[in-house]
């Protein structure tokens, strides 16, 4: 192996900051929002560059996006690198971009070079991986895997009532491929950590071994619509009221198990009718709970599903878990994963082993093909928040790890 190939730093660093720029959000971060305005200019961005690169790009019925860097043999099935566009409404420059941007980097440093390879490469952008916008998170990567169809995934609506069909056609980024279905020889997502763990310890890549399993819920609190000043407290059903006392059983339990940094969060109230002088008569919240253990977490899920009744008797309200969806129980390719650790040791580069806390789309990808993830160093942890920040030099050994093991791949 070649290990003076490396890729042009201050070029990716330039294209991080085109996208850095659209969508900004009032902090100096992104509100990059899935199937919005900002999100099309940033997918027209992506697509500008495919053209600039000559790298065919096809775009699936869900709008998840395919760059393609011929290979010699382009028959064979392809070594993907992906990642994602969108952001959170208060989110980073870095986040899932740089794992996209990186890839693009990938792409064009071969080009310099003049490298051919026998398999294809491809660099996916996957549609609402986030899922700030339309539950769950991953959305796409989900049905890309053959785990939701494409029809349910349409049909899903952000707090608006917006379907997500619409939207996409919204933006004009339906695609006429197929969602899924197609064989590829490996997939490889680089990810900020978003954690303080490789900053904290100096180190450039996290090799991830797996991922915490994590458990989503949205849970329907009913009550009853009536006046804040003559209704007796006994008469009262205020959904607001119930809604708030599962947030603080959800709380509970992740106080309960932070030994075992297991965590619990209730994330996103929607109240109906929200209004000064009224109960509500509806609610909904959004939790989600992660434990590095399965057990440890259907432990905490058997707490919640046991505290509810008691917090809907309380507040006289009826409370039911309305849906639930669930990730990080998988394992990435054991070749895979070996691949990267001797690339970075031949590339001189240290690693440490993790465990993502975060969902990512490798997570649904692992499900139909061998997949593995390469995480880079996140200022302080923070992330999810416009003050998320990555220092170049601390990244660029995760990209070169990237190409060099793509490389390896593409050529087998
Ligand atoms: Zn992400």
């Known amino acids: ?7 042009n730093g201050s070029r990716l660093w330039d294209t991080l900051m085109v996208s850095a720029s659209i969508g900004t959000g009032p902090r100096g971060g992104l509100r990059r929002l899935t199937l919005t305005e900002p999100d099309r200019a940033m997918r027209d961005q992506l697509k500008a560059w495919a053209a600039e690169g000559g790298y065919p790009l096809t775009i699936d019925g869900l709008g998840n996006m395919v760059l393609r860097r011929e290979g010699s043999e382009p028959d064979l099935p392809p070594v993907v690198i992906g990642s994602h566009l969108d952001t959170q409404w208060a989110g980073g420059r870095f986040d899932g971009i740089l794992g996209v941007l990186a890839g693009l980097e990938v792409l064009r440093t071969l080009d310099d070079l003049g490298i051919a390879t026998r398999r294809s490469i491809e660099v996916v952008n996957w549609t609402n991986e986030e899922g700030a916008r339309f539950s769950p998170p991953m959305l796409c990567s989900l049905a890309w895997s053959g785990q939701a169809t494409p029809d349910w995934v349409e049909g899903r609506r952000d707090r608006d009532g917006v379907r997500f069909g619409d939207a996409l056609d919204g933006i004009g980024y339906r ?69 708030a006392m599962v947030a603080v059983a959800v709380n509970d339990i992740g106080w309960a198990h932070a030994d075992t940094d297991a965590k619990a969060t209730a994330a996103r109230l929607d109240l109906v009718p929200n209004l000064p002088g009224t109960l509500s008569e509806y609610a909904e919240l959004f939790i989600d709970m992660r ?122």
């Open 1 to 7: 192996m070649a290990t003076n190939l490396s890729v």
């Open 291 to 412: 434990a590095p253990a399965l057990d440890t977490l259907n432990t905490m899920k058997a707490a919640l599903l046991a505290a509810l009744p008691a917090c809907g008797e309380r507040s006289r309200t009826e409370i039911r878990v309305a849906e639930e969806w669930g990730f990080g129980v998988f394992s990435f390719d054991d070749g895979l994963v070996e691949l990267l650790r001797d690339t970075a040791g031949r590339l001189g580069i240290p690693t440490m082993d993790l465990r993502s806390q975060a969902g990512h789309d490798a997570y649904h990808v692992a499900r139909v093909a061998p997949a593995c993830m390469i995480f880079t160093p996140c200022r302080e942890g923070i992330t999810h928040n416009e003050a998320e920040d990555i220092d170049l030099d601390a990244t660029l050994p995760g990209v070169s790890v990237l190409l060099h093991a793509v490389l390896a791949r593409a050529n087998r």
């Open 175 to 243: 695609g006429p491929e197929p969602v899924g279905g197609r064989a590829i020889d490996a997939y490889f997502e680089l990810h900020i950590e978003q954690g303080p763990e490789l900053d904290a310890a100096g180190v450039p890549v996290g090799i991830v071994t797996g991922g915490f399993p994590s458990l989503g819920m949205r849970i329907a609190v009913e009550g009853a619509t009536a006046h804040t000043g003559p209704t007796p407290m006994r008469e009262r059903r205020n959904a607001l009221v119930g809604a």
